[in-house]
């Protein structure tokens, strides 16, 4: 395997030591063609003298063989450049020309000065949190001489402001922070509402404890009913006794035997049973008229949503997807109240739908997730919340 190796390592240098030589006899003739098509100089025509010598007939026939071969590979290669240039002729003929497209700006386009960059010169933090410092140079500055390029003077100005304006609405505020303002009226919000639902949870106790009551009630009544029934039977089914003249009046009074005793609790005991019946179907009643009030109560005619009348609140069927609701309707509103004042700029009036997610998650320190709520979008999270005051302008804000 090494004598391998060996022999075919000695058999690429002969290939390169041949590849070598052939290009130096190619130069070598390539260079005595080009003595022989442009004369020497004229310091060397005349007659071999001194600064010539003849070569050796040897050497003057391996420089003719050299040049017979350099002669012969240059014609091949003119023939074969002729061809192919000869070839691409016929291609760029045959090709048909084609007709440049026709260029169509749209109106937005035509009304733009800079071409959009995908580069930006500025990063979007640094960007927003300093445009709103950009202003046009002005004389009263040190400047001898301004000029504009296109729009002048008051347009410029004009331009500059709506360019401003127009960032205002579309970015957003990275260093905004919350203020004790807004931190103030989300606590007392959380706090009314634990006490709402606190009062919920004690109207919905006493309603619950006045049914069980007249549940218990009427239980009773139909118990003692059945033990007066059972010993109104026993002393039915027993013979009555015979009765002594002085132990037929006591008192002046009658003396009652047992059977009649027993058939007076009876009627005593159905007589209580029915007052149960009646009272338990009028809370039903009023319980029923109540409902009916409530389906077409003026909310906003409401005095005291806590007491309606009895105790009943406003909220008293509300469930937990209502308090999330309301809860979810209350933080949007808080949002938009507490941005315009901690911004402080009536040029910014209000959140973008685009950063609404931004901002929510600054202030209540969660994420705002539409799927939260059951939908795909923020701007349908923004349409559960219905007519609470919350809307869109034109420009999305």
């Keep these: 395997r090494l004598v391998r ?33 442009w004369p020497a100089p004229r310091w060397r025509r005349g007659s071999r003298g001194a600064h010539s010598s003849a070569a050796p007939p040897a050497t003057r026939a391996r420089g003719a063989h050299l040049q017979a071969a350099g002669n012969h590979e240059g014609h091949g290669s003119k ?14 003929e045959a090709e048909e020309p084609e007709t440049p497209p026709k260029v169509e700006l749209t109106e937005e386009e035509k009304k733009m000065h800079f071409k959009p960059a995908d580069v930006k010169d500025l990063a979007p933090v640094v960007l927003s949190a300093n445009f709103t410092n950009f202003s046009l140079p002005s004389k009263g500055e040190g400047f001898d001489d301004i000029r504009y390029e296109w729009s002048k003077g008051d347009k410029a100005t004009e331009y500059l402001k709506q360019w401003i304006l127009d960032r205002k609405i579309n970015s957003r505020v ?15 919000f959380q706090k009314v509402v634990a006490e709402w639902k606190a009062k ?20 009773t009544a139909a118990a003692k009913l059945a033990k007066a029934k059972v010993a109104a039977t026993q002393a039915a089914a ?19 035997d047992a059977k009649t005793l027993a058939d007076e609790a009876v009627a005593a005991a159905e007589k209580e049973v029915e007052e149960a019946e009646a009272a338990d179907a009028d809370e039903k009643v009023a ?8 389906k077409s109560l003026d909310i906003f005619g409401v005095e005291d949503i806590l007491d309606l009348g009895k105790g009943m609140p406003l909220f008293k069927d509300f469930q ?19 941005f315009a004042h901690d911004v402080a700029d009536p040029e910014r009036p209000g959140v973008h739908i685009n950063h609404l997610g931004f901002y929510y998650k600054k202030y209540f320190k969660k994420d705002l997730s539409p799927k939260d709520f059951g939908v795909d979008s923020v ?18 804000v």
């Design 5 to 37: 190796a060996g022999r075919m390592g000695r058999k690429q240098g002969n290939i390169q030591s041949m590849a070598a030589r052939r290009r130096r006899a190619i130069m070598s003739t390539t260079a005595r063609t080009m003595k022989t098509r």
């Design 79 to 92: 023939e074969e450049k002729a061809e192919e240039e000869e070839q691409e002729d016929e291609e760029m």
């Design 174 to 188: 990275e260093e905004l922070k919350p203020s004790p303002w807004f931190y103030e009226r989300l606590n007392k």
């Design 200 to 219: 919920q949870t004690e109207f919905r106790s006493s309603v619950q404890k006045k049914a069980l009551e007249r549940e218990a009630r009427k239980r």
């Design 238 to 256: 027993k013979p009555p006794a015979p009765k002594k003249d002085d132990e037929a009046k006591k008192d002046g009074e009658e003396v009652k």
């Design 287 to 294: 319980e029923e008229a109540a409902a009916e009030d409530f």
């Design 320 to 338: 937990q997807q209502d308090w999330a609701l309301m809860g979810h309707v209350f933080e949007l509103n808080l949002l938009v109240h507490a």
């Design 379 to 396: 701007q349908s999270v923004l349409d559960i919340a219905g007519d609470s005051m919350l809307y869109l302008t034109p420009k999305e």
